[in-house]
């Protein structure tokens, strides 16, 4: 199946541990975001990547890093983890205009 | 930046009628509009989406119409089913490419629920 796709679906950790989600492509998309929707279901951007250049968003804390092995893969490190990072976390890739989303990845920290 | 504003936040609609969802957007230079539909438990789907020299879209059961001077745009779905209940969210963008550096801004959703 040609999908953006992400690991782990679920996760639940402690405060202060450091976590990473997966993300791969296989839509030959050139450019490839995480977006983070929180407990109200509001989605917001957090990084796109596009070309080896990253733009992050300025609200986005320094523990959250994105990395991309290769063109079809941009995972998501986040360290020290908060209560406050508890939300769904989604991958996504476009090539043009249209944007498509995995299926998301549940963040709990306790 | 770009502010999207959607509107209602719920709706509830009986089977077979029409529902309409409603958005705003602030930045003038915005020029790609999508709506997306989002299951329990799903990464949200494109359903449907316009660009700013285009004044009105349809496929199938759904439509969307866009007044750029006014600035708001506008999701319809006619002859609703069990299955059109989800949350639907509008969302602006800039550029080519998926929003570009800024990607999608997103409105805060709108919990359509289709009554049988």
């Known amino acids: 199946d040609t999908a953006v796709s992400q690991t782990p679906k679920y996760l639940v950790t402690q405060m202060g541990n450091d976590k990473s989600i997966k993300c791969e492509q296989n839509l030959g998309h050139d450019t490839m975001y995480w977006y983070k929707q929180d407990s109200k279901k509001f989605l917001k951007i957090m990084f796109s990547y596009n070309n080896k250049e990253l733009i992050i968003n300025e609200t986005v804390p320094n523990r959250f890093s994105p990395k991309s092995p290769d063109k079809a893969h941009l995972n998501l490190h986040i360290n020290s983890l908060e209560l406050g990072d508890s939300a769904v976390y989604f991958c996504?890739?476009?090539?043009?205009?249209?944007?498509?989303f995995g299926q998301g990845t549940r963040l709990t920290v306790v | 930046g770009e502010n999207v504003e959607q509107h209602p936040s719920t709706l509830s609609v009986q089977e077979g009628d029409s529902a309409v969802i409603k958005c705003t957007y602030s930045?003038?230079?915005?020029?790609?509009f999508p709506w997306y539909k989002q299951e329990l438990g799903k990464g949200p789907q494109l359903i449907i989406d316009?660009?700013?020299?285009?004044g009105e879209k349809k496929d199938q059961r759904i439509a969307v119409t866009l007044n750029k001077t006014a600035k708001h745009f506008s999701l319809h779905i006619t002859e609703t089913q069990p299955e059109d209940s989800a949350v639907y969210f509008c969302a602006a963008s800039i550029g080519d490419s998926g929003g570009g550096a800024d990607g999608l801004t997103f409105g805060k959703g709108t919990h359509l629920i289709i009554q049988p």
């Open positions: 996504a890739s476009s090539h043009g205009r249209e944007v498509f």
């Open positions: 930045d003038s230079a915005s020029n790609y």
């Open positions: 316009i660009r700013s020299n285009v």
